[in-house]
């Protein structure tokens, strides 16, 4: 068979990650083209994946390249265009969180790809995280009763790229680093977001702030659903200290705690320094496996003709939540969701 030819749109920091995978870790898949904004770090990039075929825009790979999927890894701003320009030309879709910037343009998105028979998976990487997947399995199986409170945090080492500090371009920190923990706790407790309260504040990086208006780097959500479980979502960035996603639902009849700082089971002691253990220096390194299994999964829902374990609608749903709570950091007031 034929392998899948996989075209990376947006090589920047995600976008290599996926195209090492697709080129060298994904079994059926290979990497076809490279696509980017900028055409020197295009051919650069593509250069050193060893790959061929490099374009400065999406409508230029699919006229002039043979392919059967992109893989989105552009700025937020961006998504909504680049899929929809695949879905027409009838192209499958894996896109990185978060999904758009707008509601309206996830349901075009959705539409697009309906519309086409393609598939339109989201990057949601923490769903196929050993960890994460075994507490979901469990939860799932009863093994802690009926989940009552649910909790999820992620802080990041260094800021992100200059686009994903302004709410304008990115829908700011808690889509660009918090998205993951929206859609964590939907999916860990299978149910949606009824009622969503945020504060935020900008506590160390006052230059973006003076900046960006709008910025914050540390935000606290709490959060309801509609099942009655009680949530809240923990996000800092940057922190310094490394990479941290951990999670916890506490049930009518137990506990399950996700994650740890500690990367592996190694730990030192000496009279000079006290324990020492290393933790994760980011996110490459926390969810390396994830990210491979996703793309074997994207790439096996193709050849397969399956529905992805992570649709556009999750991407939409985490988004409604991101954009409630930051609704709510402007009015200081919980802000309720619609929909079932
Ligand atoms: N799942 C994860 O853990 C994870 C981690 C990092 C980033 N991401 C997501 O990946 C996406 C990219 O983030 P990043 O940190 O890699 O950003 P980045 O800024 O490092 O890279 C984005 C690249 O896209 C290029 N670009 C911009 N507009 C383009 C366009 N219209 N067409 C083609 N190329 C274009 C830029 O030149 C840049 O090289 C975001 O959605 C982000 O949230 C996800």
Redesign the pocket.
């Known amino acids: 068979m034929n392998p899948v030819r996989v075209c990376v749109?947006?090589?920047?920091?995600?976008?290599m990650v996926h195209a090492t995978n697709f080129k060298n870790n994904v079994p059926g898949a290979s990497l076809a083209a490279v696509?980017?904004?900028?055409l020197e770090?295009a051919e650069e990039r593509a250069k050193d994946l060893g790959v061929d075929l490099f374009f400065s825009?999406?409508f230029q790979a699919l006229d002039r390249a043979e392919i059967d999927a992109i893989c989105i890894?552009?700025?937020?701003f961006?998504h909504a265009e680049?899929a929809i320009a695949a879905a027409k030309a009838e192209v499958h879709i894996f896109c990185?969180?978060?999904m758009a910037l707008t509601v309206k343009e996830a349901e075009e998105m959705i539409q697009a790809a309906r519309k086409a028979g393609v598939i339109l998976q989201m990057?949601f990487?923490r769903r196929f995280d050993p960890a994460f997947r075994v507490a979901r399995e469990r939860i799932e199986g009863g093994e802690i009763g009926s989940p009552m409170l649910v909790r999820s945090l992620t802080r990041g080492p260094g800021l992100?790229?200059r686009?994903a500090c302004d709410l304008r371009t990115s829908n700011g920190m808690l889509a660009?680093v918090n998205s993951h923990d929206f859609d964590t706790i939907r999916w860990l407790v299978g149910s949606e977001f009824e009622r969503i309260y945020a504060e935020a504040n900008t506590l160390k990086c006052f230059d973006l702030k003076e900046e960006f208006p709008d910025f914050y780097d540390n935000a606290i959500v709490s959060l309801r659903l509609k099942n009655g479980t009680l949530g809240m979502i923990e996000g800092s960035c940057p922190v310094d200290y490394g990479y941290d996603a951990r999670a916890e639902v506490l049930g009518s009849e137990g506990v399950i705690l996700i994650g740890e700082l500690q990367d592996t089971a190694v730990v030192s002691c000496t009279k000079s320094t006290g324990l020492v253990a290393s933790n994760f220096p980011g996110?490459r390194e926390r969810?390396r496996e994830a990210y491979i299994a996703e793309a074997r999964h994207f790439v096996e829902c193709i050849i397969e003709g399956k529905e992805p374990k992570v649709t556009g609608e999750d991407g939409k749903r985490a988004l409604e939540g991101v954009l409630a709570a930051n609704k709510s950091i402007q009015s200081g007031v919980p802000v309720s969701l619609g929909g079932s």
């Open positions: 749109v947006g090589i920047g920091r995600a976008g696509v980017d904004a900028d770090l825009d999406i890894t552009t700025p937020t961006t680049i990185e969180k978060p990057g990487m992100p790229p686009w660009e996110w969810f």
